[in-house]
Nanobody
Framework: QVQLVESGGGLVQAGASLRLSCAAS????????MAWFRQAPGKEREFVAR???????SYVDSVKGRFTISRDNAKNMVYLQMNNLKPEDTAVYYC??????????????WGQGTQVTVSS
């Protein structure tokens, strides 16, 4: 079965960097689009970044220039490099595949999430 396991979250100060990782299994990773979403307390889950099977990437405007999504097909891994973090980036970050829509956030498969907390 499809499994997505995120790691790399934590508590950092504003301006710091984190790299999130997502280990994928149970499907043909190299043919699949992968994405990161996030959900802050009391808010809807929102799209953050997507990398298609072709390596084409897209981002929500609020993270452009700060976040970079990438994939390693040899390792079945997807990454989210987050630089210059801001308090408003605080959320649980989810890895997803089988993307149905980015807005609203709908996907067939989700990881369990990893918490990112940015203090001011």
């Amino acid at each position: 079965q499809v499994q997505l396991v995120e790691s790399g979250g934590g508590l950092v100060q504003a301006g710091a960097s984190l790299r999130l990782s997502c280990a994928a299994s149970g499907f043909t990773f190299s043919n699949s689009d992968m994405a990161w979403f996030r959900q802050a307390p009391g808010k809807e889950r929102e799209f953050v970044a997507r990398v298609m099977w072709s390596h084409f990437t897209s981002y929500v405007d609020s993270v452009k220039g700060r976040f970079t999504i990438s994939r390693d097909n040899a390792k079945n891994m997807v990454y989210l490099q987050m630089n210059n973090l801001k308090p408003e980036d605080t959320a649980v970050y989810y890895c997803a595949t089988g993307i149905v829509s980015t807005t609203p956030a709908k996907a067939r498969y989700w990881g369990q999430g990893t918490q990112v907390t940015v203090s001011s």
